[in-house]
């Protein structure tokens, strides 16, 4: 079963910063946080992972509290391409094994 | 090149039918991975392979049979389907076995008569 806790869906307005919550409380020292967003129609597309640091690369910015119990995906400015299903993942960095959760469906409206 | 393709992109099939799957990587990455994807539900592991030897099934049947002929390609064999496996199935893979950053494909719809 998915170990991450996401809300089944979130609006944002274009041109707007998108905050994607996740919690995942029993989360494990050696597990990290990864996060995948699925377009509709496409396969799944790596976005960002972290472990205890906050992350950041060309597409977005990975928030992990400090007790590692919950995180945070920031889309710095959501534009209409945007929307997707995003997915919060937990597992240890050397598992090759991802587990989906349910996601969270982000609409991006104009 | 960063593209995982797949083919075909649609498969109808009876449940008689024998059909396969083909996933291909140039990105000289060291495993691959099939998923199944029902509508509207998240994507569920199938099979992991590694430096081209399968490392994990997850308990998938037997009517499903994975093969990795090459470190570029990957097949799914299909037999004696029924119309609940009609999915979504993904291909992906990573630079090697464990890495989680993995790149997806864009799946071939498969529908089961």
């Known amino acids: 079963d998915a170990k991450t806790t996401q809300p089944p869906s979130m609006d944002c307005a274009e041109g707007r910063a998108a905050n994607l919550p996740c919690n995942h409380s029993?989360?494990?020292?050696?597990?990290?946080v990864y996060w995948y967003r699925q377009i509709h129609s496409q396969g799944p597309q790596y976005i960002i992972h972290?472990?205890?640091n906050n992350e950041t690369n060309e597409m977005a910015s990975l928030i992990i509290t400090e007790d590692r119990k919950s995180s945070t995906l920031i889309l710095p400015h959501a534009t209409l391409r945007d929307t997707a299903v995003y997915y919060c993942?937990?597992?240890?960095?050397?598992?090759?094994?991802?587990?989906f959760g349910q996601g969270t469906t982000l609409q991006v409206k104009p | 090149d960063t593209e995982v393709t797949q083919t075909p992109k649609h498969l109808v099939m009876g449940m008689t039918n024998k059909k396969s799957l083909k996933c291909e990587q140039h990105?000289?990455?060291?495993?691959m991975y099939w998923y199944k994807q029902k509508a509207k539900k998240p994507p569920e592991l199938m099979f992991v392979?590694?430096?081209?030897?399968?490392?994990i099934n997850e308990s998938v049947p037997s009517r499903f049979s994975p093969e990795c002929p090459n470190s570029s390609l990957l097949n799914l064999h299909l037999h004696a389907l029924q119309p609940e496996d009609s999915a979504l199935y993904l291909c992906?893979?990573?630079?090697?076995?464990?890495?989680?950053?993995?790149?997806f494909g864009p799946g071939t719809r498969l529908t089961v008569l």
């Open positions: 992906a893979s990573s630079q090697v076995d464990g890495y989680n950053e993995q790149f």
């Open positions: 029993t989360i494990s020292g050696n597990e990290y």
């Open positions: 972290g472990l205890k």
């Open positions: 993942i937990v597992a240890p960095s050397n598992t090759g094994k991802l587990i």
């Open positions: 990105m000289g990455h060291r495993a």
């Open positions: 392979y590694s430096y081209e030897k399968l490392s």
